[in-house]
T-cell receptor
Framework: DTGVSQDPRHKITKRGQNVTFRCDPI?????LYWYRQTLGQGPEFLTYFQNEAQLEKSRLLSDRFSAERPKGSFSTLEIQRTEQGDSAMYLC?????????????????FGAGSRLTVL | AQSVSQHNHHVILSEAASLELGCNYSYGGTVNLFWYVQYPGQHLQLLLK??????LVKGIKGFEAEFIKSKFSFNLRKPSVQWSDTAEYFC???????????FGTGTRLTIIP
């Protein structure tokens, strides 16, 4: 598989439960990103990793959210004590991490997303 | 705050019509600009990008976009649309050297055969 894989594709949970999403990026990509998309909106940046280092986090990422990329390969996004407002599509993307100014910089390959429904 | 505006929320066209989707951004400084497309049931994919040089960039499937710095715009165009162009189109912007892409709210394009 040469694309970005996300699992599960759809998760339904009750308010207050914890959920975890997994993302497997393209193997040669060293940057990995998490975005959130709600109905009628474009994707919103949550966080990104270069290898195993988490380099930037959005203010959207409250303390109930945590993301990891322990070995610089796959990543997990955990949401604790879910709320109905967390219902959204969680998108993972990866990139080669080319230097700024190169034609391939910032070119993201997205996965299909993990849809979260909080009842 | 930095933002990206796509004023057309839903556009309906007949096949062979010409298309122009608007995108305006509010950023100071050097920007990189993108159009992503999401076909029904598929994931987001890159349509075209602008980094530097010729402000008229060509992408896949006959799409092109023009960067007009003075207007802070990056409009997407296609001279003759096809039914298969039915999709949602997102404009995105990032500051040069920054990893955070800011997306617009998207434009849903419906092509009537």
């Amino acid at each position: 598989d040469t694309g970005v894989s996300q699992d599960p594709r759809h998760k339904i949970t009750k308010r207050g439960q914890n959920v975890t999403f997994r993302c497997d990026p393209i193997s040669e990509h060293n940057r990995l990103y998490w975005y959130r998309q709600t109905l009628g909106q474009g994707p919103e940046f949550l966080t990104y990793f270069q290898n195993e280092a988490q380099l930037e986090k959005s203010r959207l990422l409250s303390d109930r959210f945590s993301a990891e990329r322990p070995k610089g390969s796959f990543s997990t996004l955990e949401i604790q004590r879910t709320e109905q407002g967390d219902s959204a599509m969680y998108l993972c993307a990866s990139s080669l991490g080319l230097s700024a100014g190169s034609a391939g910089a910032n070119v993201l390959t997205f996965g299909a997303g993990s849809r979260l429904t909080v009842l | 705050a930095q933002s990206v505006s796509q004023h057309n929320h839903h556009v309906i066209l007949s096949e062979a019509a010409s298309l122009e989707l608007g995108c305006n951004y509010s950023y100071g400084g050097t920007v990189n600009l993108f159009w992503y497309v999401q076909y029904p049931g598929q994931h987001l994919q890159l349509l075209l990008k602008y980094f530097s040089g010729d402000p008229l960039v060509k992408g896949i499937k006959g799409f092109e976009a023009e960067f007009i710095k003075s207007k802070f715009s990056f409009n997407l165009r296609k001279p003759s649309v096809q039914w298969s162009d039915t999709a949602e189109y997102f404009c995105a912007v990032t500051l040069f050297g920054n990893e955070k892409l800011t997306f617009g709210t998207g434009t849903r394009l419906t092509i009537i055969p």
